[in-house]
């Protein structure tokens, strides 16, 4: 077991697959830092290969409010806190990506798509060190924080795709309703187009 790895994502909203992701980087590292990538609107850049991922109906949530959640989840799973920390990952920006992450980790990736290996251009570029976990088609991904955004939008049930604490979160914090705005304001505008 390595001592320090690195897991990132955007986690707008969280959901199990992004827990499946991050166990199985902790269960290969004593400590684990959990990236937050689009931290802030500062730090959130389009790409050719993700293009709706600046979007702000694609980032309907703070960076808090994702701390919060990966916390939450964290512990549903009993993983203790002194396991783990949360730090921002501006993977957008990676001119400043080295000020925020620790350089002699292993930066662990699941790959799906040409955004995936951008990524993962970008972190061997930096001379970190990555292990992909997996690879993957798109197809094979399975759930995604936009299907999840799209169930709440739709009014589908959407509680069995995320962690307890997460719909807890959500629904408690009206986030679910925010969620539905934002989508409805971007449908709004691109019919307007």
């Known amino acids: 077991?390595?001592?320090?790895?690195?897991?990132?994502?955007?986690f707008q909203v969280m959901h199990l697959k992004h827990m499946e992701y991050i166990m199985a980087a902790k269960m290969r590292c004593s400590k684990l830092?959990?990236?937050?990538?689009?931290?802030?609107?500062?730090?959130?850049?389009?790409?050719?290969?993700?293009?709706?991922?600046?979007?702000?109906?694609?980032?309907?949530?703070?960076?808090?409010?994702?701390?919060e959640m990966i916390r939450a989840a964290m512990a549903d799973f009993n993983i203790p806190e002194?396991?783990?920390?949360?730090?921002?990952?501006?993977?957008?920006?990676?001119?400043?990506?080295?000020?925020y992450v620790p350089k002699d980790a292993v930066y662990y990736m699941g790959m799906y798509d040409a955004?995936?290996?951008?990524?993962?251009?970008?972190?061997?570029g930096l001379g970190l060190k990555v292990e992909v976990l997996w690879r993957?088609?798109?197809?094979?991904?399975?759930?995604?924080?936009s299907q999840v955004?799209?169930?709440?939008t739709t009014g589908q049930e959407w509680a069995r795709l995320v962690p307890r604490s997460v719909y807890r979160y959500?629904?408690?914090?009206?986030?679910?309703q925010r969620i539905k705005r934002l989508e409805?304001?971007?449908?709004?505008?691109?019919?307007?187009?």
């Open 1 to 10: 077991m390595i001592k320090t790895g690195v897991v990132h994502g955007r």
């Open 33 to 67: 830092f959990i990236g937050i990538t689009n931290p802030d609107s500062m730090h959130t850049r389009e790409s050719a290969n993700d293009i709706s991922r600046a979007e702000r109906s694609a980032n309907p949530l703070t960076y808090f409010e994702r701390y």
């Open 82 to 99: 002194a396991q783990y920390d949360i730090i921002p990952f501006p993977i957008s920006c990676p001119e400043y990506l080295l000020q």
């Open 115 to 124: 955004w995936d290996e951008e990524k993962h251009k970008i972190l061997t």
């Open 136 to 145: 993957r088609s798109a197809e094979d991904k399975g759930v995604t924080a």
């Open 149 to 152: 955004r799209s169930c709440i």
């Open 170 to 176: 959500l629904t408690e914090n009206g986030l679910d």
């Open 184 to 193: 409805t304001m971007r449908i709004e505008e691109k019919m307007e187009r």
